[in-house]
């Protein structure tokens, strides 16, 4: 066992403390990664402020699922990394790998239940996993996967929750040349979703309560942004898109959007999944599809990150040193970021002033 820094949440607060936490020893099937960027998700603050359910030892939550860093050691049996290797870790670190879920490479459906990053109970000793806003992480190889060359560590972090997100969607959706794709909003999550959509052939529209973003929206590749507190621009929407992407965070009502489906369309809420559903007469007209998605298991992991290395794709950040993760999770809860914050954890190597 080790000891590593960390930025520690305690009684659901967002004043986050430098802390030391242990990490256990290396098991057979183990890496040791010293963690360089970690991205801050809107999850994270779910969790912190306890809208979410989360395991805890007592001590605190360290957050953090979306990471890139370096290998430092290996276990005993690990055939696929070596010290030195560039890595990224997303939201899940352990599952039972046994059932039909996990056997297709869908983890994050596994039967037993999948192990988060952080918050999540590993499978062997029973004790609280500790997540990506720390110095350093011990991770099953199977749930690491090498950094495509190419892709920024930092800009390439976010890809391993909002990037996934949003990617087993649109691949479950079968999106491509002539899909009609929309996302509604244009935050962490969204704009990944224009990007991948937009880089799989989609036309793509982002919808917004108002018409700020439309530049952004056009440089991340869409081709239009529509108004949604605009009547007339609603109407005329009706029936226009294949798949939403609904990335909304906050609570908001479902039946506009299911209005904007055309026949047999998906509506995929993956912003706030924890809303209650609409009525099932609104799906019936149309019989359109209401989904959601849980991040994803290795093998989408695996493919979104080599389209992101082939296509140039990462997300846009704001890179801030660690020790101003604070600043971070405020200005998210303002919705002030355009588009990931994104943590360097190096400062956490500089001893206390």
């Known amino acids: 066992m080790s000891t590593t820094a960390a930025w520690q949440s305690t009684g659901n607060s ?45 001590s605190g939550l360290v957050a953090g699922h979306e990471f890139t860093g370096t290998v430092m050691a ?15 870790v997303g939201t899940l670190v352990d599952s039972c790998a046994e059932c039909a879920m996990c056997l297709m490479g869908q983890e994050n459906f596994c039967y037993l239940g999948p192990v988060s990053t952080y918050g999540g109970k590993d499978r062997i000793d029973g004790t609280s996993t500790k997540g990506g806003y720390s110095r350093e992480y011990v991770v099953r190889e199977r749930f690491a996967y ?8 930092a800009a390439a972090a976010p890809l391993m929750c909002a990037g996934i997100t949003m990617w087993e969607p649109l691949r479950a959706a079968r999106v491509g040349a002539g899909s009609r794709v929309a996302v509604a909003g244009l935050g962490g999550l969204g704009h990944l979703g224009v990007k991948l959509a937009a880089a ?44 939403i992407l609904d990335t909304i965070s906050a609570e908001h009502e479902l039946s506009s959007l299911l209005r904007m489906l055309d026949l047999d369309g998906t509506l995929s809420v993956v ?21 959601s998605s849980g991040t994803g298991g290795t093998k989408g992991t695996a493919e979104m990150l080599a389209f992101c290395a082939e296509r140039g794709i990462a997300a846009d950040v704001e890179v801030l040193p660690s020790s101003r993760v604070i600043e971070a999770l405020n200005r998210l809860e303002d919705g ?16 206390e002033a």
């Open 14 to 58: 967002v004043e986050l403390r430098k802390v030391l936490i242990d990490r256990r020893a290396l098991r057979a099937d183990d890496l040791a990664v010293r963690v360089s960027f970690c991205g801050v998700c809107h999850s994270d603050l779910h969790a912190i402020h306890g809208v979410t359910p989360h395991m805890s030892d007592g």
């Open 74 to 88: 290996v276990g005993s049996a690990v055939t696929g990394f070596a010290v030195g290797d560039v890595v990224a």
């Open 146 to 153: 090498h950094l495509p060359a190419g892709l920024d560590p």
């Open 200 to 243: 799989l052939g989609a036309e793509v529209t982002v919808l917004s309560r108002t018409a700020d973003k439309t530049g952004d929206a056009h440089a991340l590749g869409a081709s239009d942004l529509l108004v949604t507190t605009d009547a007339e621009q609603m109407q005329q929407a009706r029936g226009r898109f294949d798949l």
């Open 271 to 291: 912003g706030n999944p924890l809303m209650a559903a609409p009525r099932i007469l609104e799906l019936a007209a149309g019989r359109k599809k209401l989904t």
């Open 336 to 351: 002030d970021v355009r588009y990931r914050f994104v943590l360097d954890m190096s400062d956490l190597d500089q001893p």
